[in-house]
Structure formats: structure tokens, C-alpha cells
């Protein structure tokens, strides 16, 4: 709605000032023509004869008069048009800035810092929050300009001011002088640190639910239009995605931890004698991962591999778990088990190629050098080194150096030449 009545007053204006444009030029183009006809079409001289030559000439200074004033106003309104179009480029760039940062930042906090940022350069508002309902308060997750650090963080009752009655109804509000409002709360706005004179306050939207409000202010009465409840708005609905994007990746990396702590604690009941692996072999991995200077996104990826590189095992029966028949097979069914899973499947293909070989001689596929996945030519290392160093190991363990021997020895033909110097530089002692 305020959309439409932004544009409609802009598009009004341009309307109005071309009504006029026309006019002037529709009036000069009469008054040429009038002079044509009364000196140089003899039909219709006669008739027109009556009037005198002076009143000609002050109808001829008239026209090149109007014609003056008509370029005057179309230059100014080409200016204002260009003007308006600039101004709107300008916002449509910040917000399309803003849509584009929400689909690649993961983290809420940041993304809302960005999302206030763009709404005060946008409004020129001298400060703003971002405030989110939690039970019976209402919490601010983000301020700006309205003495940040102390109030950050800080809650007020749910239903008090302005704020309140957005979230309660739902509803935008443009103030012009919030001292002459009666929803405004004097005691809410010295906790904010400041006394606005003009406020624009809009509700943060989910398809379920009204989460939370963002407020502008600024020290100058009656200083936001209705446009710019129109930008507001929308970046409004940009953080409350963001948050709602949030809260679903928490949710789903709570879920995560927690599945992938059960099935560790499954493998561990399951194969008491590698009581521990996976743990070391995912700390192991880590410490490659940092030699490598692999990004954290798949860092963490490479880490949840290393705990359930051995899940497969959970299908293989206790007695075959050591033929090699049997023992072969667990990185393809550890793979199918992932693979369903959503935030297992980035995974699945790690633990599928753990046990190949750098030479080409390994299984399930027999791939070889670099297409063997690189978080998979780690595990291969760390899970060989926790097989040997591991005081608990399943296959006899040995002492520090010669376990790390055994990597020297193998490099080329099991494992990845580089990954083993840099595991070896950087190793200092087995984990316990």
C-alpha cells in the first residue's frame, strides 16, 4: 500500500508538470500560427485585420516568452525525473546488496548489522534497532546509534510503546512527533539512550508469526514520507528470512551434533576394542585440514566424515567385522546410510574412498592420486595413524615415532606424498 501511494504522488507530480509543458507548447504553436495566418494567407487577412500591428508583436513577445518558460520547465523536469531515477537506482542497488548477502551469510547477527546499515543510509535516519520477541520481552539483537554497547542485548516488556503496539498489531507506523503520540513511552526511550523526534517502526514478518520490530529514528520532526515505509518494509522482511534462516540452521545443526553423538555412542558400544577411533581420527584429519588451510565449512565437513568414516561397521555383524570379505564393504555401506541424510550427503562421498589407495590399489573403487577426494586421502592417514599410535588400538599399537615411520614408508604407494610430510611436521603427540 505504501508502495502504491509512494508512486503514485511521484508519478502525479511528473504528470502535473507535463499537463503544464503541453500547454505552453500547445499556446506557442497557436500563436505562430495565428501570426502566419494574419500576415500571409490573404483569405483570411481580411478578417483579422482589425488587429493592430503593436497587438501582433505583444502576441508574438507573449509566445517567445511562454516558449522561454517552456524549455526552462522541461529542463527542470528532465532534472527531477533524472533525479527521481537516480534516487531509486541507488536504493533498488542496496537492496538487491542486501538480497544478495542474505543468501550467502550464514551468520544472523552479521546479516542484520548489514540489513541496519543499508535502512540508515537509505532513510538518512540518525539511528535504529532491531528488536526481537522472546516469551514476554522484547530483546535488541542489533542498535545503531542509540549508545550500542550498553544497550545491545538489553529487553523491554513485550507490549510497552510504540514498538510494542507494532508487534501487537502487525502494522507500520510513520510518526512525525513522538512525544505527541499516545503510544509513546518516555520510560522506553531514555533506556534507548535517546529522545527522536520523527519514528518509523515496522513489524518483522514470517508466514507464521510477527518475530520481532525494526525502529528508525531521527532527531528532526516529521522527517520520514511514505516511501520510505516502502524500502523499510521490505529490508524488514530481510531480517525477519534472516532470522528465520538462522534459527533453522541452529536447529538443524543441533539436530546433527546430537544424531552424530548417538551414533558415535552406537559404534563405540558396537566395536568396543576402536573405543575412541573415530573422536581421534576426526582431531587427527583436523590437524591436516589446518597444515592444507581448508576453509571451516569444510573443515567441519571433513570432521563429521572422520567421526563416522566407520559407521558402516553398524551393519556388519560383530563375528565378520574382521573378515576381509566383510571388512571391505563397510566404506560402501557406511556411504548408503549417509548418503539420505541431508546434512550427512556432503559427506558420504568422503567415507566411500577412505580406504583407497594413492597408487590405485585401494577399495571400493580402486581410484588413484588426485581423484581420490582430498578429505578422504586425509582420513586414509589419520585413521591408519590412530590404528597404529592408540594405546587402545584394535590391530596392536606401536610407539610414536615408528607409527609415524610407517606413514614415511608408505607415502607414494598408500598415501598422498605431501599430506603425510605435512601431518608428520605438524603432529606432536598421539591423543589419548
Known amino acids: 500500500m505504501a508502495e502504491a501511494v509512494a508512486k503514485k504522488i511521484a508519478t502525479e507530480e511528473i504528470k502535473n508538470k507535463l499537463r503544464l509543458l503541453n500547454l505552453l507548447i500547445a499556446f506557442v504553436i497557436l500563436a505562430l500560427l495565428f501570426v502566419i495566418v494574419r500576415y500571409l494567407y490573404s483569405p483570411f487577412s481580411h478578417f483579422l485585420s482589425f488587429l493592430p500591428d503593436a497587438s501582433m508583436v505583444l502576441i508574438m513577445v507573449l509566445a517567445v516568452g511562454l516558449a522561454v518558460l517552456g524549455l526552462y520547465l522541461s529542463r527542470v523536469l528532465s532534472g527531477q525525473v533524472i533525479h527521481k531515477i537516480e534516487d531509486y537506482g541507488e536504493r533498488l542497488d542496496r537492496i538487491l546488496t542486501v538480497t544478495r548477502d542474505i543468501r550467502e551469510e550464514m551468520y544472523g547477527d552479521i546479516l542484520l548489522d548489514k540489513i541496519m546499515n543499508c535502512s540508515l543510509t537509505l532513510t538518512g535516519s540518525d539511528g535504529g534497532s532491531v528488536l526481537l520477541a522472546d516469551d514476554d520481552r ?12 550498553e544497550y545491545r542485548g538489553k529487553t523491554i516488556p513485550k507490549e510497552a510503546g510504540i514498538g510494542g503496539w507494532v508487534l501487537q498489531h502487525g502494522e507500520a507506523v510513520l510518526i512525525g512527533d513522538v512525544t505527541k503520540d499516545e503510544r509513546y513511552d518516555a520510560s522506553i526511550d531514555e533506556f534507548r539512550g535517546s529522545k527522536p523526534g520523527s519514528l518509523l517502526c515496522v513489524p518483522l514478518k514470517t508466514r ?15 522527517f520520514y514520507s511514505v516511501r520510505d515505509i516502502d524500502v523499510v518494509s521490505y529490508l524488514a522482511e530481510q531480517a525477519a528470512a534472516s532470522v528465520e534462516m538462522t534459527r533453522f ?8 551434533i546430537h544424531l552424530t553423538d548417538i551414533l558415535l555412542e552406537a559404534i563405540d558400544r558396537f566395536m568396543s576394542e576402536k573405543q575412541g577411533h573415530p573422536k581421534r581420527v576426526a582431531q587427527y584429519a583436523n590437524i591436516i ?6 576453509p571451516e565449512e569444510r573443515k567441519r565437513r571433513l570432521y563429521f566424515a572422520g567421526l563416522l568414516h566407520d559407521i558402516g561397521f553398524l551393519k556388519i555383524s ?3 567385522s574382521m573378515e576381509k570379505e566383510a571388512y571391505t564393504t563397510h566404506p560402501v555401506i557406511g556411504y548408503e ?16 574412498h577412505h580406504h583407497e589407495r594413492y597408487d590405485g590399489r585401494g577399495y571400493p573403487d580402486k581410484l588413484k592420486g588426485n581423484d581420490i577426494p582430498l578429505e ?10 590412530d590404528s597404529m599410535a592408540s594405546r587402545i588400538s584394535y590391530k596392536g599399537s606401536v610407539n610414536f615415532d615408528a607409527a609415524l615411520q610407517e606413514l614415511l614408508k608408505n607415502k607414494g604407494g598408500q598415501f598422498d606424498p605431501e599430506l603425510v610430510d605435512l601431518f608428520v611436521r605438524d603432529i606432536k603427540q598421539p591423543l589419548e
Open 318 to 320: 560383530a563375528e565378520k
Open 376 to 385: 578422504s586421502r586425509i582420513l586414509a592417514i589419520a585413521e591408519a595413524f
Open 289 to 294: 585440514a589446518r597444515a592444507v588451510n581448508m
Open 337 to 352: 546410510m549417509l548418503k539420505p541424510i541431508n546434512f550427512y550427503k556432503d559427506i558420504a562421498p568422503y567415507v566411500l
Open 249 to 256: 540452521y541452529d536447529d538443524q545443526r543441533n539436530y546433527e
Open 138 to 149: 522484547l530483546v535488541f539483537k542489533t542498535i545503531k546509534g542509540l549508545k550500542e554497547e
Open 208 to 222: 507464521a508469526s510477527i518475530i520481532g520490530v525494526m525502529e528508525l529514528v531521527s532527531k528532526k520532526q516529521d
